[in-house]
């Protein structure tokens, strides 16, 4: 039976093997598929040892993995990392599903059409670089990279290479950027317990969607704040996470999952607050 796995740290309460495993069952592919701890300087031993033919990287492996690719996707390159591996004779091939994953569970569960959307992308790290340049793709008019430490928003900005949609700033210009269509909170405050600075209302509106990339506890102070704000969706990223496993699972296997059961499971599983449409 072939073998996959997700590799990361910490890495025991991951939902891909529940995903992965799921998808198996749904299409008749035999596989087998774990979740392996690593850190970034026990990856590149642990990935050879462990006898995959493919592989899921999270945090905080993705710019490892990136590194450690004999070739990669232009949408991986586009992002500088990788979330899928594939073993290939030459050695490894990286690809970044993340982006993809964000827009089509944006577009095609929640009815999100980005087409000339006005965005706000708070964070400049490795989860907003992976799912930035999918946006622009989508079609969407204008992308505001707003990050505490604005340096690193200028570096995003600079590396998607769209001056004339892609806009810089820093965490102090939020008051006077307006209201935005698409709210993205692509920052790691949720997960590392620092709270995020606070965003002024007036950055929603009826119609906005705000969508956190974390699910689970570290998503709720930012749905929270977007309820509050009055947006019309207030979205986590746990369907994100399935869309991201469908993509890979296709680059692996070459069928397309049905996502909407296993979306269903994992819903019931967690334990987040509920997705406001
Ligand atoms: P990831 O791969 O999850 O994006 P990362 O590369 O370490 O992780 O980036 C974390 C992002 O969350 C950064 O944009 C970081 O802002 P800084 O670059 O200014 O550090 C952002 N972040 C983390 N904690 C935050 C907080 N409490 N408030 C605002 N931004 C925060």
Redesign the pocket.
Known sequence: MRRYAVFGSPIAHSLSPRIHTAFARQTGIALEYLAIEATRDTFPAILAASGVAGANIT??L??VAFAHCRSVSARARRAG?VNTLTRTDAGWHGDNTDGAGLVRDLTERHGVDLRERRVLL?????????VAPALLDAGIDALYVV????A??DALADALGDPARVHARG?DALPTLGEFDLLVN????G??G????PLPMALAAPRSVAVD?AYGRAAVPFTAWARAAGCAQALDGLGMLVEQAAESFQCWHGVRPDTDPVYADVRRLTDTQPVSD
Not at 147 to 150: D, G, M, T
Not at 186 to 189: D, F, I, P, Q
Request: hydrophobic fraction near 40%; glycine fraction near 12%.
């Open positions: 945090l905080p993705k710019e990392a708070l964070g400049a790290g490795g989860a907003a670089r992976g990050n505490r430490n604005s690193r928003a965490w692509a920052t790691s405050a997960q590392t620092t709270p995020l600075p990339l």
